[in-house]
């Protein structure tokens, strides 16, 4: 087994490394800081979830290509189903640790408000709450099972929450089913939350129904256990792969209890097909029970109006635009795939960055990379480098130097008149109105303020889905600009937004912002 040298490094020149905060089967994950974004955005702070195929002690080929697949397959899943509910991508990549070592990266968004189990741990978990949790990760899995991705993880440590934990969302698609063609059904999950169709606890047993697919029942199961463990706070080990029989003490006997169980014995039935098949009927059976809870928790006598369908709740910096598609190498060896060129000498390297007291050697960003080299090319036969036999590198006879020299000027005379005259030609035109004006992409940033509320939108023009509003005296900073559309980042806002409407960044229409 080996770990990744991360520590005090910078990553693809933006995310600072803080510290670890955890270690899976195949994967280390960090917490960084974003140098670009602003002290006060929502993703200020980010996760960085590092593949490390070297945590596998009996590494083969197969196993690595399957890793990095199953890598890439958890950031498109992420991206299909990005949902307020859903933890989101923020980006991906490739790079070398401080020691050479090649591994793929995901950037996630950090919930600090920590996980379910934690919360259940420390008796913090009110009964309301618990419900409000259930309603947004009901409504997290039904966006996922709409669009056919199987989770398989289900449990209280994937449910993760926002800093002022009012929101869960859940993590970790590592698993996922992604594919409908996937098979075999392979054993995944945890064992005291994970159905018999696919647990690593029921193979060889004798009374587990096979199923030829997964289906959103096999999630739904998972869901019924870790609602057992949030309602009660104990985890559901005495039914390790067994339907729930029956709550444990501290809850048996309150009012809703005996419809709870119906619920969760009916939703971890040993055959698939028993099961509520959508997390549309699980939500509708668990009608009741809500009833009563809401009933229980309002201090009117009221009756509380119960939503159909469990509602999703956004968080600050929430958007539904996904970064660009990842693709992943899946070769054998990364560092034998594609070598450090003469001991690392092509390896792109910044100056030590200070940050706070502790000096940051920045990460190398894997930019060297020759994705068509062929099996056992040596480190030094890159076709752009040139060695030669005596080893006199870059050395130049006279001779040729005096023969090149004007041929190289002339070559020169002849580009800038060129330059010239196609400078000229533009000048003309543009000052007559038969071109348009080119604007400098790397000019300083524009900001503008709203001039009224206007709708944020998913593209450029009054047709695409409205994902967020802009107040009135908002500051924008814009980031592109198509026709009158201009793609913002709201940088303030004039007054505080509906919670669902809390998307900082989307098209705009010119019309209604005025440039500072």
């Avoid at 087994?1 to 994950?29: F, Q, T, W």
């Avoid at 020759?370 to 130049?396: K, L, T, Y």
């Avoid at 400078?423 to 992409?441: E, H």
């Avoid at 509320?453 to 500051?475: E, F, H, K, Y």
């Amino acid at each position: 087994m080996r770990e990744l040298a991360l520590k005090n490094s910078r990553l693809d020149k933006r995310y600072d490394i803080v510290r670890e905060l955890g270690r899976g089967s195949y994967a280390e994950i960090f917490l960084a800081r974003d140098t670009i974004a602003s002290p006060t955005s929502a993703h200020a702070e980010v996760v960085i979830k590092a593949l490390n195929v070297f945590l596998q002690d009996d590494l083969d080929p197969d196993l690595e290509r399957t890793l990095v697949e199953n890598f890439q397959n958890e950031a498109i899943a992420l991206d299909r189903v990005r949902h307020p509910n859903i933890i989101s991508r923020l980006g991906h990549g490739t790079a070398r640790d401080l020691n050479g070592t090649v591994f793929h990266y995901l950037v996630l968004e950090y919930l600090e408000g920590g996980d379910l189990q934690r919360a259940c741990r420390e008796g913090s978990l009110s009964l309301r709450n618990a419900f409000d949790y259930i309603e947004q990760v009901c409504a997290g899995l039904r966006h996922a099972h709409k669009h056919g991705i199987i989770h398989r993880d289900i449990k209280p440590q994937n449910l993760l929450l926002t800093k002022d934990r009012s929101i869960v969302k859940i993590a970790d698609f590592g698993v996922a089913r992604v594919h409908q063609s996937d098979a075999p059904i392979t054993r995944v999950g945890t064992n005291i939350y994970a159905p018999p169709e696919h647990s690593p606890l029921s193979v060889g047993m004798e009374n587990v129904v096979a199923v030829p697919s997964l289906t959103p029942s096999s999630d739904i199961y998972s869901l019924a256990k870790t609602i057992y463990t949030l309602v009660s706070g104990e985890a559901p080990r005495f039914y390790a792969n067994q339907p729930v029989a029956d709550l444990p003490i501290v809850v048996r006997n309150e009012d809703w209890a005996p419809e709870l169980k119906r619920v969760l014995a009916r939703a971890t039935a040993g055959d698939p097909a028993l099961r509520q098949q959508s997390i549309d009927d699980f939500w509708e059976d668990l009608r009741e029970v809500r009833r009563i809870v809401a009933e229980a928790e309002t201090a009117t006598h009221v009756r509380p109006k119960l939503h159909t369908l469990p509602q999703p709740h956004v968080s600050k910096g929430y958007s539904p635009l996904a970064p660009q598609k990842p693709k992943f190498d899946t070769s054998r060896d990364l560092r034998m795939r594609h070598p450090l060129v003469v001991e690392k000498a092509f390896v792109k390297s910044e100056p030590i960055v200070p940050v706070g007291r502790a000096a940051i050697q920045p990460t190398p960003r894997v930019e060297d990379y020759w994705p068509n080299a062929e099996e056992g090319r040596a480190a030094n036969s890159d076709p752009r480098i040139h060695i030669p036999v005596d080893g006199h590198a870059g050395r130049v006879r006279p001779s040729k130097l005096r023969s090149i020299l004007p041929r190289l000027a002339a070559g020169v005379l002849t580009l800038a008149l060129f330059g010239g005259v196609l400078y000229g030609t533009s000048v003309y035109l543009r000052s007559q109105g038969w071109l348009p004006a080119i604007t400098n992409p790397f000019a300083a940033a524009k900001f503008a303020r709203a001039t009224t509320d206007v709708n944020l939108r998913s593209g450029p023009n009054a047709n695409s889905q409205q994902i967020g509003l802009v107040t009135r005296n908002s500051r924008v900073r814009i980031l592109r600009t198509e026709g009158s559309w201009h793609l913002v980042d709201v940088i303030e806002q004039g007054r505080q937004r509906p919670e669902q409407l809390g998307t900082d960044r989307g098209w705009l229409n010119g019309r209604f912002v005025e440039l500072e």
